[in-house]
């Protein structure tokens, strides 16, 4: 029998196997999630007629003779290329956009696949559809460190999401502000001293010397103290310029002046003018060039009203008229955090005058309102005021009872707003906090809640501290209390934090100071009243979020995605599912956009990436093939009918 014969019988078969394989990828053009395969042939085998000879002195080498015995299918691969994808608009609906399969169980088995027709089930179960393998995730589990992110579990489950479920309501325990407090505002009352983080630099020869402790006193021999390193220079209150409203101020008696060693400052060579607001500071320095020469002279000037807020109050009804410097401090005693303490300097009629020093402190309301009903004179104080009618101004009061002056609060310099908390019931309530400058690079923040006057709240104010460049130092945070026993609920303990961390921001994202217009508000609570599961939604990176009635989106699960090393070698299972196989690799179960897996487009479907121009080429290709091999089979049949007709 001829050899030819059946090399065309193989020809036959493989090419058939090729026209199956295009079939069925034409079959499946429209399956969603196939991949389609491809046919490599291979020479059979060969018979060897004469075998090769080596080259020898005078002859060359001889090449072997070797007949071909036909084809054989060396393999069925898979292409694992990413197939189109189509929207469906369906919220079950998945479609991997890179490398990974989803994870799904019949029960008892893992299989993987590219079909992401999924569906809910009755009992809430995300299922694929036409097949019921229930769909493998990750479940999404509140982090116990940090209650405002979420962490991946560890171990593959069921995704499960129950439409129409409740969560209970959650109080709220932290609040976050960020953006801006204008730093172009002046204080919102006068503040006597306003020195914080302020300096002054001045030289005297070579030397650069900086005075940044700059502050106000409380008694007469301490009203005014400049210093830094070894400098100090105490000044003490000596009168009031009528015509600027200026103190008149003098080398304290009681305090020591301090300066460098070699550097030589009498008591008459420290002046305050009143009239400018000009400290001159005059003395004596070593010679750097010939120490023993005498001392040099020098003179330096300092802008010391630049540091001073007051009021000027003048009282009219006594002759000659008396004037007071009227001043505010921001009370940090324990207990009384955010009281303020009005001070009013003066000079009484003795011979030679003595200074006067008038206090009353002052609680303030939850809303900074003064509350002068609660006032209490400090020391021997005598002085008397009453709060405005809105509660925003001082009037002080002369002797005799009539106004003098009223001291309002600058709104201006205020910056309030409002966001809404919750109770454990999940009722909603709203909490104000404002901020009032109080000093430079320094403001006060109070909290309250506007609508509910009779709530009681504590630790609702303190000091927030920010540093030349802008961003808070110091008073990051504000830990208040409310009491919601009256309704019922649990009382509350809600942190105010202004670094912008509670969001995921950096410290510059937070409450920051700078010459920019007021644009601070709350952007973040973790409070919420009760809800039901009404929808979800699937992210890029596989998380399924859950999207409840009182506006809350807590993530659920993420969706597993399964790599393999050789994709290839997975077995088909049918039902566009594979199972892992001995040359596939151990399944890499990861959630999408991590360790190389793919992203996930919800609403959408990955279709099959069969082309079927070029599946109809193939076919072609296949087609003549066979013909060819078929040929071949029947030449052959005819050489041996004229071998069979010699002996006729």
Not at 196 to 208: E, L
Not at 322 to 340: C, I, P, S
Not at 464 to 491: C, K, R, W, Y
Request: with cysteine.
């Amino acid at each position: 029998m001829l050899r030819s014969l059946m090399s065309g019988v193989t020809g036959v078969r493989a090419h058939q196997t090729l026209l199956d394989v295009v079939g069925n990828n034409i079959a499946n053009v429209n399956t969603v999630g196939f991949k389609k395969s491809t046919v490599t042939f291979q020479d059979l085998m060969y018979q060897t007629t004469r075998g090769a000879s080596s080259p020898a002195e005078g002859r060359g080498g001889i090449n072997p003779m070797q007949v071909g015995l036909g084809v054989n299918v060396a393999a069925i691969g898979t292409i694992h290329s990413q197939g189109q994808t189509q929207f469906t608009g369906n919220r079950t609906d998945m479609a991997v956009q890179g490398d990974g399969y989803y994870v799904v169980s019949d029960g008892n088995n893992e299989m993987y696949t590219r079909a992401g027709n999924f569906l809910l089930d009755g009992n809430g179960n995300l299922a694929q559809a036409g097949t019921g393998y229930m769909v493998k995730g990750f479940a999404m589990n509140m982090d116990p460190i940090d209650p405002t992110k979420y962490t991946v579990g560890s171990s593959l489950t069921d995704i499960n999401i129950p439409v129409g479920q409740k969560i209970p309501a959650k109080g709220t325990e932290l609040a976050g502000y960020r953006c801006n407090l204008d730093s172009r505002t002046s204080v919102y009352l006068p503040m006597g001293i306003t020195g914080n983080d302020a300096s002054v630099s001045f030289d005297i020869g070579t030397d650069r010397f900086l005075l940044n402790n700059i502050a106000g006193g409380k008694s007469a021999g301490e009203f005014f103290t400049l210093a830094g390193g070894d400098w100090s220079i105490p000044l003490e209150f000596g009168g009031i310029d009528e015509a600027t409203g200026m103190p008149q101020l003098t080398l304290s008696s009681t305090a020591p002046l301090a300066t460098p060693a070699g550097i030589t400052v009498l008591p008459a060579g420290v002046v305050f003018d009143s009239a400018t607001g000009t400290l001159t500071i005059s003395g004596t320095y070593p010679d750097p060039a010939d120490p023993l020469n005498p001392p040099l002279p020098f003179s330096t000037k300092i802008e010391a009203a630049g540091f001073m807020n007051y009021s000027l109050v003048t009282d009219g009804s006594v002759s000659p008229a008396k004037y007071y410097l009227a001043e505010f401090d921001d009370v940090q005693t324990a207990g009384q955090e955010g009281f303020r303490t009005l001070r009013l300097w003066s000079m009484d009629s003795a011979v030679p005058p003595v200074a006067e020093v008038n206090e009353l402190l002052i609680p303030v309301q939850d809303d900074g309102k003064f509350n002068l009903s609660a006032a209490t004179p400090v020391g021997t104080s005598t002085l008397t005021a009453r709060a405005s009618e809105n509660g925003l101004g001082i009037a002080i009061l002369s002797a005799s009872g009539d106004d003098l002056a009223t001291i309002n609060q600058k709104i201006a310099s205020v910056h309030g707003t409002k966001m809404d908390v919750y109770d454990s019931l999940g009722n909603a309530h709203t909490l104000e906090v404002s901020w009032e400058k109080t000093d430079n690079n320094q403001w006060r923040w109070r909290a309250w809640l506007p609508e509910e006057s009779g709530m009681t709240l504590t630790n609702n104010t303190g000091l927030v501290n920010f540093t030349p460049g802008g961003q808070i130092e110091s008073g990051s945070t504000g830990e208040i209390g409310i009491n919601f026993a009256s309704l019922g609920a649990h009382d509350a303990r809600i942190t105010l934090d202004f670094t912008g961390e509670s969001f995921g921001k950096g410290a510059l994202e937070g409450v920051t100071q700078y010459g920019s217009a007021f644009t601070t508000k709350g952007y973040f609570q973790d409070g919420y009243a009760m809800g039901v599961l009404n929808d979800f939604a699937t992210g890029k990176d596989g998380t399924i979020t859950g999207v409840y009635s009182n506006g809350r989106n807590i993530p659920l699960y993420r969706v597993a995605l399964a790599l393999f090393s050789n994709p290839s070698g997975l077995d088909k299972f049918g039902d566009t599912a594979y199972l892992a196989s001995n040359n596939s690799g151990l399944a890499q179960v990861v959630p999408p956009l991590e360790g190389g897996a793919g992203s996930i487009a919800g609403g959408t479907l990955e279709m099959g990436n069969v082309d079927l121009s070029e599946e109809f080429v193939r076919l072609i290709v296949a087609q003549r093939g066979f013909q060819a091999s078929a040929r071949v089979v029947t030449t052959s049949d005819q050489v041996l009918e004229e071998l069979i007709n010699i002996k006729r």
